[in-house]
């Protein structure tokens, strides 16, 4: 009987990791089943290019240009490997663990879906239909660590090619239940002193912190070529400008000055802000497990907002916004690293 429906418990997602070689070839690696997946969306769009004419007013032409396939993933930070790093590592040992982005740019993932009977318990062994898109490139990343519920990881994929149930199956899915048990990480396993805050926020590492959130938007640009219609790269487009937030329950003000410097000599150092670490560091359920979110060495404030109590009864909160370019590392150990 066909299905009624598709829910969380009858689809499930595969993801192959694609290496660029330095001689332009490239390299698969074997397919993985990303733990802890909270949501899948794909979005297709079909370009346009209108085309008239001298002498008449009606449409001549609706040139197809290539298609725009877009991947969103939305992950609960477990324990298990990261998205981040299925998607960018390619077939490196640990998927390119501590390698900074620009590093890992080249690299794709074949994305596939599949949908299985909506009386099944598991998504698992062949599915009724599936979807495949090849030669995914990483968007955009974001990193989530709220007060309340769990910590996400929230990843966009981009190419041009997506077919349904084309007969390459590359399966199949591997049964998700039972299995080891992950534990979702929690605003305990956000291990703050273990981490480098910025030092302009207030007290840093005894900061009574809210939530972080990291997000990188890659701005993939396509390269086109005579003689194709599909791009033969999208790169990155460098300058990259990463970016992180951090919101804490103020007890003293934001203890930030800005200075105008107006009674300032003109020789005088007119500065507010220096460069600043950060790294975010993550606990997972054994001792040696972490994850390592590194923002590098050259982070500057943006802005900071202060807001709140007021006679509602809520407290005042401080949210500092922090900005660099070109640098975000991913560094993972323990069931982090093997899932």
Known sequence: MANKRIYYATQAVQLQPV?????????????????GLQSVGITTNFTLTQLFELGQQELYDNVEGVPEIEVTLQKSLDGTVPLYLLCMGGTEANYGS???????ANNRVNFMLGVFDDTKLAAAGT???????????????????????????????????????????????????????????RRINVNVSGSTIPASIPGRNSAHLQSINVR????????????????YCRYVKFPLEVTSEFVTTSTEGDEVNADDFLSSGSC??????????????????????????DLGTKNKLTSVNYTGGDTGGGN??????????????VTVNGTFASG
């Open 216 to 231: 990188a938007n890659l701005g993939r640009e396509a390269i086109n070529e005579l003689g194709r219609l599909a791009p």
């Open 316 to 329: 005042a909160q401080v949210t500092y916004s922090y900005q660099t370019f070109n640098f975000l590392k």
């Open 98 to 104: 501590g390698k900074n982005i620009g590093e890992l």
């Open 268 to 293: 005088a150092v007119s500065k507010n802000l220096v460069d600043e670490s950060i790294v975010v560091k993550v606990c997972g359920t054994g001792g040696s497990d972490t994850m390592n979110v």
């Open 19 to 35: 290496k660029a070689n330095t001689n332009g070839s490239f390299s698969t690696g074997t397919a993985v089943y990303p733990k």
């Open 127 to 185: 599915p009724t239909s599936f979807v495949n898109c090849t030669g995914m490139y990483l968007s955009s990343i974001g990193y989530t660590f709220p007060l309340d519920g769990f910590a996400t990881e929230d990843v966009t994929l981009v190419g041009n090619s997506k077919k349904w149930s084309d007969g390459t199956f590359n399966g199949p899915f591997s049964e998700t239940v039972p299995q080891t048990a992950k534990h979702a990480v």
